[in-house]
């Protein structure tokens, strides 16, 4: 029986199922209040055009977990118009003309909000037509989100969000904003099953 339970264990190491155990956290991760002021204040000191900020991409072994946090000033509503011109590949629906609020959905990653200032209208579900994929070297496909496709949102619902409400968008569905009278900052917790956010990030404002 020991032989045998010897034999199960080297196969298993042989196959690589368990290579990254070393590197799962052993005990709670904490991401605190100052963290996240941290992180919005230093995308405000360096003048950061994306509202979107990772705070950390965390190892959970058989994936990765990655925590941001976005902050968007006032937006009118009724915005919105024909997708800008991008030299990416096309993505989605494809029809000229279409007018509407822009939106992006993402191929790998979930994500779930929790509004922690402000309010807004969001949108979700629906179509992108007209869009364009993120490049393989942005941002917003090695840190944020992974590859994803934004463009004009036809066919979406609108909902108004608060402080204190959670919001899940499930991968591969369109979601955005439509107005905003002030501002909304919202926490976003993305599963990254397939590891393609880049590991072991840590925003620059915490690093050490």
Sequence with gaps: ????????????????????????????VYITDEDVKAV????VDTKRTIVDNTI?????????LSVAVVHRGAMAGGGGGAAAANPSPACGEQRPGAAGPTGIFHDDTAESYVVISGSATLITGGTIVNGKRSAPD????????????????????SHMIKTGDT????EGVPHGFS???DHVTYLSIRPDLKKVLQHGYV????KK
């Design 40 to 43: 919005l204040k230093y995308a």
């Design 179 to 181: 107005a905003i009278p």
């Design 167 to 170: 919001i899940i968008i499930p």
């Design 1 to 28: 029986m020991r032989r045998m339970i010897l034999q199960v264990l080297a196969l298993v190491f042989a196959s690589g199922s368990v290579a990254g155990w070393a590197q799962a956290p052993k005990d709670g």
């Design 138 to 157: 942005s941002e917003v496909t090695t840190i944020l989100n992974g590859p994803s496709c934004s463009g004009t949102m036809v066919g979406y619902t």
């Design 56 to 64: 950390r991409v965390i190892d959970m072994n058989n994936y990765q």
């Design 203 to 206: 925003n620059p404002a915490l």
